[in-house]
C-alpha cells in the first residue's frame, strides 16, 4: 500500500471543520537564475474535530498580491473546508484581512513557530525548546494571576533593553487569550509538533547550500505525510475536556 505524499494531500478533500489552524512561516532559499532569493513560505497545518493533525498546504508568499491569500483560503473552501475556528499566525496582514473575508468569524491567536526564533535570536539558551517551552507557560497558566506570576517570573529573566522590547512588542495583549479556557488554550499553543516541522523546513532549505529552483520542489523533499502529521498527543480524556469547551463556544457548528 501506497503512502500518500505531500503532494497528494494538498489537493485532498478536507473536513468541513478545524478547531485551529497554524501557519507556519518559514524562509527558504530560491534560487532564480545565478542568484539565490530568500521567500517567505507558510505551511498551514489544521486540528479536526477529533483531534488529529491534517497538512492542509504549503504557500509561497506574494506580498505584493493583496488578492493572494484570498485566492488560497477560497481554494481550501473549494476541497470542502467550511469553518476555521482559530488561526495560529504571525503579522501577516493580507493573510489576516483575507481569513477574516473567507471565515468572517475567524479568532486570530499568537504563533509560537513565529515568536520563538525572535525572542532566540537575542536570548543566552543554547537550546531553543527550553525558550519554547518558557513562552508556553506564559500562554497555558490555569489563572490570569498565575500568568501574571510567570509573566513577571519571565521579565526578570529576559531584563535586557532588546529583550524587553520584545516582550513590549509581541507579549503586549497575553491577557486576552485568558478568555479561553486553559483546555482550548492547550491546543491553541501546542508548539513541539509545529517547532518539529518548522526545524525541518529550516534546515532543509535556508541555507546557500540548501536551496530549491521550483516551489514544487518542497513536497518531494519533504516526503509522506506520514513523517509530520498524526493525533496531536492529547490523551483521550484531556481531548474531550477541549472539545467540551469548545461546543460552549460554538453551539451552532456539528462536532458530534
Not at 532559499?29 to 492542509?56: A, H, M, V
Not at 517547532?195 to 518542497?218: A, G, H, K, Q, V
Not at 483521550?236 to 472539545?243: H, S, V
Amino acid at each position: 500500500m501506497n503512502k500518500l505524499t505531500l503532494s497528494e494531500c494538498s489537493t485532498r478533500r478536507l473536513d468541513e471543520t478545524y478547531i485551529v489552524v497554524y501557519a507556519i512561516k518559514n524562509e527558504i532559499n530560491i534560487k532564480k537564475g545565478d542568484y539565490i532569493e530568500k521567500s517567505d513560505i507558510y505551511t498551514l497545518i489544521g486540528i479536526d474535530i477529533k483531534g488529529y493533525r491534517q497538512f492542509l498546504n504549503i504557500y509561497q508568499d506574494r506580498v505584493n498580491n493583496n488578492r493572494f491569500w484570498l485566492d488560497c483560503f477560497e481554494s481550501l473552501k473549494s476541497r470542502g473546508l467550511k469553518n476555521i475556528l482559530f488561526l495560529s499566525v504571525d503579522d501577516n496582514r493580507n493573510m489576516k484581512r483575507t481569513a477574516k473575508i473567507a471565515f468572517p468569524d475567524i479568532i486570530f491567536v499568537d504563533s509560537l513557530t513565529d515568536l520563538v526564533p525572535k525572542f532566540y535570536k537575542y536570548s543566552p539558551e543554547r537550546d531553543s525548546k527550553k525558550l519554547a517551552s518558557k513562552l508556553h507557560l506564559l500562554y497555558t497558566q490555569k489563572t490570569l494571576t498565575e500568568y501574571k506570576e510567570e509573566m513577571k517570573k519571565f521579565s526578570e529573566i529576559y531584563n535586557n533593553v532588546i529583550q524587553q522590547k520584545l516582550i513590549s512588542k509581541y507579549l503586549c495583549n497575553m491577557e486576552n487569550i485568558y478568555k479561553y479556557s486553559q483546555n482550548i488554550r492547550f491546543l491553541l499553543f501546542k508548539h513541539s509538533a509545529n517547532m518539529e516541522f518548522y526545524d525541518r523546513i529550516r534546515l532543509s532549505f535556508n541555507s546557500n547550500n540548501n536551496y530549491i529552483t521550483e516551489f514544487e520542489e518542497i513536497y518531494d523533499k519533504l516526503g509522506t505525510i506520514d513523517n509530520y502529521f498524526g493525533f496531536i498527543s492529547f490523551k483521550k480524556r484531556e481531548w474531550l475536556w477541549i472539545l467540551n469547551d469548545i461546543i460552549q463556544l460554538y453551539p451552532k457548528i456539528d462536532f458530534i
